[in-house]
């Protein structure tokens, strides 16, 4: 057992040797040209994290005249009225469109789509129908003519034996 408590006497003295070897390699890279290891050199100036902030005074009243300057002036409340006026002027939207065209908001019919594709076939099927009809009317006025030459040639016959 002694030479255990032996072995980790001489593990904790190389330690601490290798310890010590590591810090004096660091001091050496960070020692200046003076020779001076950075800790044991006066601070010449303080790092902006270190210095203080300026004293802002906002709800003590100095006596000092010094500590008087650094006095935060009060703040003025603003009045609940305009603020309420305000947010009620930005609350108003601005009108986009002054008309609304109701053809276009008002809902089509469920059946806009079958109109639509159907409109074609309906052109065609209109001429036709139209040149059908004119067909008949013709058809209608020659036999009519047909008849109104026999009349007509009728009348004239009576008419010369008459006379």
Same mark, same amino acid.
């Given at each position: 057992?002694?030479?255990?408590?032996?072995?980790?006497?001489?593990?904790?003295?190389?330690?601490? !040797?290798?310890?010590?070897? #590591?810090?004096?390699?660091? &001091?050496?890279?960070?020692?200046?040209?003076?020779?001076? %290891?950075?800790?044991?050199?006066? *601070? /010449?100036?303080?790092?902006?994290?270190?210095?203080?902030?300026?004293?802002?005074?906002?709800?003590?009243? @100095?006596?000092? !005249?010094?500590?008087?300057?650094?006095?935060?002036?009060?703040?003025?409340?603003?009045? +609940?009225?305009?603020? +309420?006026?305000?947010?009620?002027?930005?609350?108003?939207?601005? @009108?986009?469109?002054?008309?609304?065209? #109701?053809?276009? &908001?008002? *809902?089509? $019919? %469920?059946?806009?789509?079958?109109?639509?594709?159907?409109? $074609?076939?309906?052109? $065609?099927?209109?001429?036709?129908?139209?040149?059908?009809?004119?067909?008949?009317?013709?058809?209608?006025?020659?036999?009519?003519?047909?008849? &109104?030459?026999?009349?007509?040639?009728?009348?004239?016959? /009576?008419q010369g034996l008459s006379h």
């Open positions: 057992m002694a030479t255990t408590v032996g072995s980790l006497q001489e593990q904790a003295l190389k330690r601490k !040797e290798r310890l010590k070897a #590591l810090r004096d390699r660091q &001091l050496q890279v960070k020692e200046p040209e003076d020779g001076e %290891p950075d800790r044991k050199r006066a *601070p /010449e100036e303080p790092e902006p994290e270190q210095r203080h902030r300026d004293l802002k005074l906002r709800n003590y009243t @100095p006596e000092d !005249e010094e500590l008087k300057e650094r006095q935060v002036p009060k703040a003025k409340p603003i009045s +609940v009225e305009d603020k +309420v006026k305000d947010q009620l002027e930005a609350a108003v939207p601005e @009108p986009v469109i002054e008309e609304v065209d #109701l053809v276009n &908001l008002a *809902p089509r $019919k %469920p059946d806009w789509d079958l109109k639509r594709d159907v409109a $074609k076939k309906l052109e $065609k099927l209109e001429r036709r129908t139209q040149r059908a009809i004119a067909e008949l009317i013709r058809e209608r006025l020659k036999g009519s003519e047909d008849d &109104l030459a026999g009349a007509v040639g009728a009348v004239g016959i /009576e």
